[in-house]
């Protein structure tokens, strides 16, 4: 009895010391992906922290090259009609999903009806609003989903039609709201087709294992039409909101790439780990909005004014923030797409800071007030050391002009809630373009629409209008000739910064550091680095 | 005993339901809602959540809807964390809770106990000074800062154990986390039971035991350690509740799976299916041990039993 008690003991641990020894031979990324991903369905997702994971188990019509590039991905190649509205895609050979079902154009066709279905009820099908009669169905319209101009040929051909030219859409088609889903799978499991025991994927890993609140895991598919190329066999994506102690973790072993660090540890990074730490622009700007409802204080362009030139910018990235985001004059990140060569500057962003200060006081003066009849104003951000450091500085640069600033900060929830209710004076915002195109930013200025006599003011939460502004961006939205296109856009973006519409900040960065072990990485604007590129030595 | 227990069990419905009632009016009373975040929605989208979650009908029918789903044991979908229902979340997450919560009690009750008696019996000397010191950092230094500390000495400097993670069966990955749950805790504990038992000892029936000749461990043993014990199990039962739910800091910095943090997140987010089902959950586990802390008063004190 002891014996083969003995003799079982021996075994197991001989089968554990193979298992370990296989999984040591196996290459395995420990990346550190921020917050826990709400949804693995690509139709619900809506961070980057979900598009990490789900950019890796599914792939769409065209993918991320390692600079994040747009690139042929279940299509190998597409035509496109002269007049810019019709795409059409052949999908590669011999692509399955990992049930061994093959991927047909009619999965597409599938899941961009599902997309826009109101009752899946996906947050970014907006994204999408180029194909024909997309935002129709989605707002239940139409309810005939055969109307959606997607349509497949056969198998392997797939069709879409645009409302109108589109130049960047070859590009929304990387985001992960033009992904396929299962057809099969879905019809048969409804959501419940991400749970884990359930979801299969075409991309190059595929989910096995998803701990809440600590990681997910994926193993490469090795059906994959690439997979000899694909280096990482196995990845965890880790779940740590925590800033510093994901770099603690990072120094300690534990993690390979991180997706985002502390400010005031890029120094100590520069420092101690050169070369691992990457800053990288981004296309997003950090912006604060300006109430211009009629009634409010801000509705007068030259307190707009005064407010937005004595901003000293160049301090607020290498020194408040310490990482050297780039300051802002204007609305269109730099590195944008489809756009003109010169971006917006303004003439006063030359002035030294002294005449400034004069001038911003004399339309202070001209506005009615002064030190004798100080403005006090209501600055509102969401909680956060950084939105707090740069709240704290603006009030300290606006007291000169006699204006007092009134902090106030509450949770993002209340935060946006109070934005998008215009219950502020001067409030925090941010934007991270979804597509590389400048109208993404642009669309934020525009007037609200009237809806049931209320208006709808979407993003614009500053409620900025101007009607030369608008028809520009009218104009520019049918405009075929990219580079006329590019020109109008331009001409809006000028319009609605000489007007000081809102007051843009810095330039977003991506902050990420990366293990020497890790080679493939490629800092883009678009901070998006597909596992199947990178590789790890130990 | 037995029909004690069944009234405290009966008394315990109607409390649920009005703390869950309160519970869901006092949320919906919050500004946001689960969809607002840094972008505004496109208002048929966010038509297309709101009826996705029922939260387009009046509040009386939704509370009348939960309370339905809530009598058959469904705790709802969460509006945010889309892939699992409230029930699954609990389920993944509430055995590491309680595997960490329970390592932290029962090493915080065993070093507290032990620390206090002796710290009690060598009052005013150096083995008392030695404990005045170590439940001083216990108490004063927040539990993310001790997490942080800790995490770089020994995950980062020395490399003894993981800085944070968690891999199924490994012991390794739970001792930073425990020691940080267990410190504050083993240092209440301590303080209690030597306050308590510096007031047993000097007792006249001690006085009298030890006049009878009795051994100073027989004195200890047989007269001293029950009645001090008193005032340490009335902290247990609220001391392992906020074990239970206090982890938050722990949970985040060493990403662990746990619940702690869904208490805290989701009501920022206003999740509002969360926020009652972990709210439901926690209300449990305070109504049991608040029990058990009176039965096992009643075991330990005759007085209590038979009033």
């Given at each position: 009895m002891k014996f083969t008690t003995a003799i079982k003991a021996v075994a197991t641990a001989g089968a554990m010391a193979l298992m370990m020894s296989t999984a040591a031979s196996a290459v395995t990324l420990q990346l550190h992906n921020g917050a826990d991903p709400g949804t693995l369905d690509p139709h619900r997702a809506s961070g980057d922290w979900e598009n990490r994971v789900i950019g890796d188990y599914i792939e769409g019509l065209l993918t991320e090259s390692a600079s994040a590039e747009a690139i042929p991905g279940q299509a190998e190649s597409w035509e496109i009609s002269e007049d810019g509205t019709v795409y059409t895609f052949k999908l590669r050979d011999g692509i399955q999903w990992s049930d061994g079902t093959p991927v047909t154009a009619g999965d597409f066709v599938f899941a961009f009806q599902r997309l826009f279905n109101?009752?899946?009820?996906?947050?970014?099908?907006?994204?999408?609003?180029?194909?024909?009669n997309a935002e129709k169905i989605n707002s239940g319209?139409?309810?005939?989903?055969?109307?959606?101009g997607v349509k497949a040929i056969d198998d392997k051909t797939l069709e879409i039609t645009l409302e109108a030219s589109t130049p960047f859409f070859l590009e929304a088609l990387?985001?992960?709201?033009?992904f396929p889903v299962p057809k099969h799978k879905v019809e048969e499991l409804?959501?419940?087709?991400?749970k884990v025991e359930n979801i299969i994927g075409n991309g190059p890993y595929l989910i096995k294992e998803w701990l809440p609140g600590s990681y997910v895991r994926s193993e490469k598919n090795p059906?994959?039409?690439d997979a000899a190329n694909v280096q990482i066999d196995e990845v965890f994506y880790h779940v740590l909101e925590d800033q510093a102690a994901a770099l603690n973790r990072y120094r300690a072993g534990e993690?390979?790439?991180?997706t985002d660090f502390p400010s005031d540890q890029y120094q100590w990074l520069q420092d101690?780990?050169?070369?691992?730490a990457h800053v990288t622009p981004f296309l997003g700007i950090y912006y604060y909005v300006m109430?211009?409802?009629?009634?409010?204080?801000?509705?007068?362009v030259r307190i707009r004014e005064a407010l937005s030139t004595t901003v000293?910018?160049?301090?607020?990235?290498?020194?408040?923030?310490?990482?050297?985001e780039l300051p802002a004059y204007g609305w269109v990140p730099p590195?944008?797409?489809?756009?003109?060569e010169n971006a917006y500057h303004p003439?006063?962003?030359?002035?030294?800071y002294e005449e400034r200060v004069e001038k911003a006081k004399a339309l202070m003066t001209e506005a009615g007030?002064?030190?004798?009849?100080p403005l006090t104003l209501q600055l509102r951000y969401n909680t956060n050391d950084n939105h707090q450091r740069i709240a704290v500085a603006l009030a300290a640069m606006w007291e000169p002009l006699g204006v007092n600033i009134e902090l106030f900060n509450a949770e993002t929830a209340v935060h946006y809630d109070a934005l998008r209710s215009g219950d502020f004076q001067i409030g925090r915002a941010g934007w991270l373009l979804?597509?590389?195109?400048p109208s993404n930013t642009l669309d934020l200025l525009k007037t609200g629409v009237s809806q049931d006599g209320t208006m709808n003011w979407g993003n614009n939460y500053g409620r900025y209008s101007n009607a030369e502004f608008d028809s520009l961006m009218a104009q520019a939205s049918t405009e075929l000739d990219l580079e006329k296109r590019g020109e109008l856009l331009a001409n809006a973006e000028k319009i609605a910064m000489d007007e000081f519409a809102a007051i843009p900040i810095y330039w977003y960065v991506s902050k990420d550091v990366v293990s020497p072990?890790?080679?493939?990485f490629e800092a883009n604007p678009k901070n998006i680095f597909r596992t199947r590129w990178l590789s790890k030595s130990e | 005993m037995l029909s004690y227990a069944f009234r405290r069990v009966l008394s315990a419905i109607p409390i649920a339901l009005i703390a869950v009632t309160i519970c869901f009016f006092i949320l919906r009373l919050a500004?946001?809602?689960?969809?607002?975040?840094e972008r505004a929605l496109p208002p048929t989208v966010l038509a297309n959540l709101r009826a996705h979650y029922n939260l387009d009908q009046p509040l009386i029918t939704q509370y009348f809807l939960y309370i339905g789903r809530l009598l058959q044991g469904d705790l709802g979908p969460s509006m945010v964390i889309d892939g699992f229902n409230v029930s699954d979340l609990i389920r993944i997450g509430f055995p590491f809770t309680l595997t960490m919560a329970l390592s932290a009690f029962v090493i915080a009750t065993v070093i507290g106990l032990l620390a206090g008696m002796i710290a009690a019996v060598n009052q005013n000397k150096w083995p008392d000074y030695i404990l005045v010191l170590a439940v001083m950092l216990g108490v004063v230094v927040p539990n993310f800062l001790m997490a942080a500390l800790l995490q770089l000495w020994f995950?980062?400097?020395?490399?003894?154990?993981?800085?944070g993670g968690w891999v199924t069966g490994s012991i390794a990955h739970l001792v930073l986390p425990v020691t940080v749950l267990a410190w504050p805790h083993a240092a209440r504990i301590s303080r209690l039971m030597r306050g308590s038992m510096i007031e047993v000892l000097g007792t006249n029936y001690v006085r009298t035991a030890r006049s009878k000749g009795l051994g100073e461990r027989l004195v200890l043993a047989r007269h001293a350690i029950k009645p001090a014990l008193l005032p340490v199990v009335s902290y247990l039962g609220p001391g392992l509740s906020y074990l239970l739910t206090g982890s938050l800091a722990v949970e985040q910095i060493f990403g662990l799976p746990g619940i702690g943090k869904y208490f805290v997140q989701a009501a920022l987010n206003r999740d509002y299916g969360i926020v009652l089902g972990t709210t439901i959950l926690y209300m449990f586990i305070i109504l049991a041990l608040n029990l058990i802390v009176d039965l096992i008063y009643a075991w330990l004190d005759p007085k209590v039993r038979y009033r």
């Amino acid at each position: 009895m002891k014996f083969t008690t003995a003799i079982k003991a021996v075994a197991t641990a001989g089968a554990m010391a193979l298992m370990m020894s296989t999984a040591a031979s196996a290459v395995t990324l420990q990346l550190h992906n921020g917050a826990d991903p709400g949804t693995l369905d690509p139709h619900r997702a809506s961070g980057d922290w979900e598009n990490r994971v789900i950019g890796d188990y599914i792939e769409g019509l065209l993918t991320e090259s390692a600079s994040a590039e747009a690139i042929p991905g279940q299509a190998e190649s597409w035509e496109i009609s002269e007049d810019g509205t019709v795409y059409t895609f052949k999908l590669r050979d011999g692509i399955q999903w990992s049930d061994g079902t093959p991927v047909t154009a009619g999965d597409f066709v599938f899941a961009f009806q599902r997309l826009f279905n109101p009752a899946t009820a996906a947050d970014y099908a907006y994204l999408q609003f180029p194909i024909k009669n997309a935002e129709k169905i989605n707002s239940g319209e139409i309810t005939d989903f055969n109307e959606l101009g997607v349509k497949a040929i056969d198998d392997k051909t797939l069709e879409i039609t645009l409302e109108a030219s589109t130049p960047f859409f070859l590009e929304a088609l990387t985001h992960y709201t033009a992904f396929p889903v299962p057809k099969h799978k879905v019809e048969e499991l409804g959501d419940d087709w991400t749970k884990v025991e359930n979801i299969i994927g075409n991309g190059p890993y595929l989910i096995k294992e998803w701990l809440p609140g600590s990681y997910v895991r994926s193993e490469k598919n090795p059906d994959y039409y690439d997979a000899a190329n694909v280096q990482i066999d196995e990845v965890f994506y880790h779940v740590l909101e925590d800033q510093a102690a994901a770099l603690n973790r990072y120094r300690a072993g534990e993690f390979d790439i991180l997706t985002d660090f502390p400010s005031d540890q890029y120094q100590w990074l520069q420092d101690n780990m050169p070369g691992q730490a990457h800053v990288t622009p981004f296309l997003g700007i950090y912006y604060y909005v300006m109430n211009q409802e009629e009634g409010q204080v801000l509705s007068d362009v030259r307190i707009r004014e005064a407010l937005s030139t004595t901003v000293v910018r160049d301090v607020i990235g290498p020194d408040i923030l310490g990482t050297g985001e780039l300051p802002a004059y204007g609305w269109v990140p730099p590195g944008t797409s489809n756009y003109v060569e010169n971006a917006y500057h303004p003439e006063w962003a030359d002035v030294p800071y002294e005449e400034r200060v004069e001038k911003a006081k004399a339309l202070m003066t001209e506005a009615g007030y002064g030190p004798d009849n100080p403005l006090t104003l209501q600055l509102r951000y969401n909680t956060n050391d950084n939105h707090q450091r740069i709240a704290v500085a603006l009030a300290a640069m606006w007291e000169p002009l006699g204006v007092n600033i009134e902090l106030f900060n509450a949770e993002t929830a209340v935060h946006y809630d109070a934005l998008r209710s215009g219950d502020f004076q001067i409030g925090r915002a941010g934007w991270l373009l979804d597509y590389n195109d400048p109208s993404n930013t642009l669309d934020l200025l525009k007037t609200g629409v009237s809806q049931d006599g209320t208006m709808n003011w979407g993003n614009n939460y500053g409620r900025y209008s101007n009607a030369e502004f608008d028809s520009l961006m009218a104009q520019a939205s049918t405009e075929l000739d990219l580079e006329k296109r590019g020109e109008l856009l331009a001409n809006a973006e000028k319009i609605a910064m000489d007007e000081f519409a809102a007051i843009p900040i810095y330039w977003y960065v991506s902050k990420d550091v990366v293990s020497p072990k890790i080679s493939g990485f490629e800092a883009n604007p678009k901070n998006i680095f597909r596992t199947r590129w990178l590789s790890k030595s130990e | 005993m037995l029909s004690y227990a069944f009234r405290r069990v009966l008394s315990a419905i109607p409390i649920a339901l009005i703390a869950v009632t309160i519970c869901f009016f006092i949320l919906r009373l919050a500004p946001g809602g689960p969809f607002d975040g840094e972008r505004a929605l496109p208002p048929t989208v966010l038509a297309n959540l709101r009826a996705h979650y029922n939260l387009d009908q009046p509040l009386i029918t939704q509370y009348f809807l939960y309370i339905g789903r809530l009598l058959q044991g469904d705790l709802g979908p969460s509006m945010v964390i889309d892939g699992f229902n409230v029930s699954d979340l609990i389920r993944i997450g509430f055995p590491f809770t309680l595997t960490m919560a329970l390592s932290a009690f029962v090493i915080a009750t065993v070093i507290g106990l032990l620390a206090g008696m002796i710290a009690a019996v060598n009052q005013n000397k150096w083995p008392d000074y030695i404990l005045v010191l170590a439940v001083m950092l216990g108490v004063v230094v927040p539990n993310f800062l001790m997490a942080a500390l800790l995490q770089l000495w020994f995950g980062v400097y020395l490399g003894w154990l993981p800085a944070g993670g968690w891999v199924t069966g490994s012991i390794a990955h739970l001792v930073l986390p425990v020691t940080v749950l267990a410190w504050p805790h083993a240092a209440r504990i301590s303080r209690l039971m030597r306050g308590s038992m510096i007031e047993v000892l000097g007792t006249n029936y001690v006085r009298t035991a030890r006049s009878k000749g009795l051994g100073e461990r027989l004195v200890l043993a047989r007269h001293a350690i029950k009645p001090a014990l008193l005032p340490v199990v009335s902290y247990l039962g609220p001391g392992l509740s906020y074990l239970l739910t206090g982890s938050l800091a722990v949970e985040q910095i060493f990403g662990l799976p746990g619940i702690g943090k869904y208490f805290v997140q989701a009501a920022l987010n206003r999740d509002y299916g969360i926020v009652l089902g972990t709210t439901i959950l926690y209300m449990f586990i305070i109504l049991a041990l608040n029990l058990i802390v009176d039965l096992i008063y009643a075991w330990l004190d005759p007085k209590v039993r038979y009033r």
